[in-house]
């Protein structure tokens, strides 16, 4: 299994709701990523989880809340959303920790992206 | 100024031609991405260097340190290939790791 499966491929949701995307990668790899991409532009790095701890949150707002329950899953729980939080939400997973970290990084370890969640708040 | 400029941000090809798209970046880096992401969304690496070249099919990519350059081209374009290209860096300074900085992306249209 070399994939990593986003869950719901898109979801509409109101301002006062509270829904859940779902990244799911059985491939072994220690490092799970949340992106925002919105239309026409690169994704935006949100968090980063490496070996099950939160290692990098860019200064997300508190209505996004990630859990990584396990290494194999990660969750972004959405609470509160404002219309313009509307983007494509990627996940994506590297196999041995941060990019870049640790003596055992190689150049030939890439990042797994999932298909995405088109998100839509109304 | 971004920290990753790709040229050009639209590019229409006809079948069969070579492509060539362009990255610089300003920052040292420790390795520089490629990514493809079609229409609807999912991103796939291409390659991920940190000097000299790689090859996978008709999809090359070089990579020049010292002038902080890379390039990727494409062999015999298909339709299929019409995509955004997205060139990628992770910077080497501390507390970078996994961070990656993004370039805006080039648009590819190839045309039967």
Sequence with gaps: DTEVTQTPKHLVMGMTNKKSLKCEQHMGHRAMYWYKQKAKKPPELMFVYSYEKLSINESVPSRFSPECPNSSLLNLHLHALQPEDSALYLCASSPRGLLGQGRDWTTNEKLFFGSGTQLSVL | ?112
């Design chain 2, 1 to 112: 100024k971004n920290e990753v400029e790709q040229s050009p941000q639209n590019l229409t090809a006809q079948e069969g031609e070579f492509i060539t798209i362009n990255c610089s970046y300003s920052v040292g880096i420790s390795a520089l991405h490629w990514l493809q992401q079609h229409p609807g969304g999912g991103i796939v690496s291409l390659f991920m260097l940190s000097s000299g070249k790689k090859k996978h099919g008709r999809l090359i990519a070089t990579i020049n340190i010292q002038e902080k350059h890379s390039s990727l081209h494409i062999t015999a374009s298909h339709p299929r290939d019409s995509a955004v290209y997205i060139c990628a860096v992770l910077p080497n300074y501390g507390g970078s790791q996994g961070n990656l900085i993004f370039g805006k992306g080039t648009k590819l249209s190839v045309k039967p």
